[in-house]
């Protein structure tokens, strides 16, 4: 679509232009699987299914197991995802069968940290082939209702396995 504007000022000075707009649909696709990555003598385990439609219907959840170096675990769920983009990453080859055209997706939400409700998270999660164990990679970003950022863990999967379905 092509937008065209024009302004005026006081004295009478004019000026236009245009700009095209571009909307994207989604890219619809799946993505599940749980995994363990791992710094230092931090740990995270994570389960997770996430899904967009062609109609832009997100549905999905994420569950969260994060222990620091002391052994004491800190747990995040949450049953809802928002803002699903599922994309095609060069160089990324996901499983066995011919690339479908998505390797990664991205995704926020609002959860439970700890049983505390409204602490939101983003996740991105590549499956970059088989097996997803030195492969894959998951990073998340848990933030309290204030914005305050309580937990960050990311890097490539020490186990488990991410799979990108069409």
Known sequence: NTVSCSATDLAGNASSASFTVTITPPVPGRMHGTGGIGNGGDRTWFALDVRETAEY?????????????????DRYF????TDVRFSDQPGYSPGKQKSNGVDTVSFTGVGYWN??????????????????????TF???????SGVVVATA?????????????
Request: without cysteine; negative net charge.
């Open 78 to 81: 949450a049953a809802n995802v």
């Open 115 to 136: 049983g505390h409700a409204g602490h939101t998270y983003e996740v991105v999660a590549s499956d970059r082939g088989e097996p997803g164990r030195g492969h894959d």
């Open 57 to 73: 219907v997100d549905r999905g959840w994420l569950m969260l197991k994060l222990t620091d170096e002391d052994g004491q675990p």
């Open 154 to 166: 990311g890097g490539t999967l020490e186990s488990g396995n991410l799979q990108s379905l069409r």
């Open 139 to 145: 990073k998340v970003v848990i933030k309290d209702p």
